[in-house]
């Protein structure tokens, strides 16, 4: 993984490695922040972990590599203020669950499990996936979960429902060749949004509700920040 410095002509600020046994996949997402950076590494074995690479940037070393539990998937990443926040579904339940590490922690703590957050359930009849995605706020203390044609706006500490926000008549299905799909907070953590098969939808992350602006682009929209 390559860093790049945007202040300075886009000159390479680091170049991170770490070698990962993962069966047949690929890296299918990166998150960062100031501190860390993380690879989301996808397998394609079913019977294999997903897994999560994280660097520390001030040493440019690998601080942990985290896999998925048994019977679940990631598919979502993001960091923030020292914890690693993965989007995980697991299979036979279609449970989704925001599960939260450590990253603070030195030595064998780091990469440590410390919460578990509830987003609710899917149908996962047939193989098929909504569409998923997940943001955390600035400050971190808001988490935005998305499943299908909802997000779920949670207490990044307690799980606890801050507000809902419904997507009508797009479940993010169109356009996408993945599952997973972009979510966003504002810098102020006012307004949440996320893409949608048509463009852009921002909502209330206090209210939620329908969209309070939509945005329409001619092509699909494959990231957003």
Do not use: M
Not at 85 to 108: N, P
């Amino acid at each position: 993984v390559r860093l790049y410095d945007a202040a300075v002509s886009l000159q390479v600020r680091a170049t991170l490695v770490a070698s990962v046994e993962i069966a047949d996949g690929y890296v299918s997402e990166l998150a960062l922040d100031e501190t860390f950076c993380a690879a989301r590494l996808k397998s394609n074995d079913p019977a294999r972990p997903d897994k999560a690479v994280v660097w520390d940037l001030d040493r440019g070393v690998v601080a942990c590599t985290v896999s998925s539990p048994a019977g679940a998937t990631f598919h979502s990443a993001a960091i923030n203020d020292g914890t690693l926040h993965l989007l995980a579904l697991y299979g036979e339940s279609g449970k989704v669950q925001v599960l939260q590490h450590d990253l603070a922690s030195s030595g064998s703590g780091a990469g440590k499990l410390k919460r578990k957050v509830k987003c609710g359930s899917v149908s996962v009849e047939g193989g098929a996936l909504p569409r998923l995605g997940l943001a955390v706020s600035p400050s971190g203390k808001r988490l935005a979960a998305r499943i299908g044609g909802v997000i779920k706006v949670l207490d990044s500490d307690t799980g606890e429902k801050v507000a809902k926000c419904k997507i009508r008549g797009d479940a993010g299905a169109a356009n996408f060749d993945s599952a997973v799909c972009p979510v966003l907070f504002s810098t102020d953590a006012a307004l949440v949004g996320t893409v949608t098969s048509t463009g852009l939808a921002l909502f209330d992350a206090t209210e939620g509700g329908k969209a309070r602006h939509t945005a329409t682009a001619r092509g699909a929209i494959t990231s957003a920040s």
